[in-house]
């Protein structure tokens, strides 16, 4: 993320921009390289994990969809900063980001020290999902 603030005596201040990528791409010198869960020692158990309620309105109308939540976990095993990445409905957005919003996990570790980790999560409402 890039912001640029144009004012009297300011030119601009640029904001670093977090970096979410493969390992072997380094981040430039303006960004903050963010550890994924696929990097960690391994996957932080989860301690607190509700998992979204079907919204009853479209459950009733037999609407199916998914909606994916992009979290990080920080050093603590707290979720900060959940957003909607995408949802194929408001409903479904809001219950997957009330739920990710409770959950708590183990610290994340890599190379044995704490860190703070991004995930994203895809909840499938009313769909089985089956992987190949």
């Known amino acids: 993320v890039r912001i640029q603030f144009h004012m009297d005596d300011i030119s601009s201040v640029l904001m670093p921009t977090i970096y ?9 010198p303006d960004q903050i390289r963010v550890t994924t869960f696929a990097e960690l020692d391994r996957q932080p158990t989860a301690q607190a994990q509700p998992m979204p309620s079907y919204p009853a309105v479209l459950a009733r109308q037999g609407v199916k969809g998914s909606a ?19 949802a194929d409905a408001p409903e479904f957005a809001q219950a997957a980001l009330e739920a990710v919003r409770q959950w708590r996990f183990e610290p994340p570790r890599k190379a044995g020290k704490k860190v703070t980790a991004y995930e994203t999560w895809t909840f499938d409402f009313g769909t089985t999902r089956r992987d190949s």
Do not use: C, L, Y
């Open 68 to 86: 994916s939540v992009s979290f990080f976990v920080d050093d603590t095993g707290k979720v900060r900063v959940p957003v909607v990445t995408a």
């Open 20 to 28: 979410v990528g493969r390992p072997e791409m380094p981040a430039r």
